[in-house]
């Protein structure tokens, strides 16, 4: 596996330092142990995004969503059944899951629902008034030029 140098591009950057231990983990992980139960990501629009999962044989109360800062966690749990079936044949999987998404700043769940055996958690990214850019007005002397909108 290889190796990246980042300290050139922090060098002229200001507080992405997590970026390289985002990097480290994503470098790290077990293609096994992310590969249930499948995902799509989706870009519905500028700020809208939905994240579909395939949940087949969870019920809305063996699933819980949840949002803690930059994280999104989704973990499924079926109850034990009192008397087990015999199969023939296992084909849907049934086990625990744990789920977990980086979310970028201002990223925020906007709602989930379970249809047709898929769970669909709709984000939207809103970023505070107070972070937006603005227009700064430059002044000189008694003159003061104003510059528009970004």
Same mark, same amino acid.
């Given at each position: ?12 950057t200001v507080g992405?330092? =997590? $970026?390289?231990?985002?990097?480290? !983990?994503? @470098? ?5 142990? +992310? ?55 296992? =084909? $849907?999987?049934?086990?625990?899951? !744990?789920? @977990? ?5 201002? +990223? ?16 939207a990214r809103e ?24």
């Open positions: 596996m290889r190796s990246f140098d980042l300290s050139p591009l922090f060098r002229s992405f330092e =997590g $970026i390289s231990r985002l990097l480290d !983990a994503a @470098r790290q992980l077990d293609d096994s142990a +992310i590969s249930y139960p499948p995902y799509n990501i989706e870009k519905r629009g500028n700020d809208l995004y939905r994240i579909t999962m395939a949940v087949a044989g969870f019920g809305e109360e063996d699933l819980e969503v949840t949002q803690t800062e930059n994280s999104l966690i989704v973990s499924g749990k079926t109850k034990k059944q009192d008397e087990q079936p015999v199969y023939l044949h296992r =084909g $849907i999987a049934g086990r625990a899951f !744990a789920r @977990r998404f980086q979310l970028a700043d201002h +990223i925020k769940v906007t709602g989930a629902t379970l249809e047709n055996g898929l769970l669909h958690i709709d984000l970023v505070p008034e107070a972070l937006k850019p603005r227009t700064i007005a430059i002044e000189t002397g008694t003159k003061q030029i104003e510059q528009k909108a970004a």
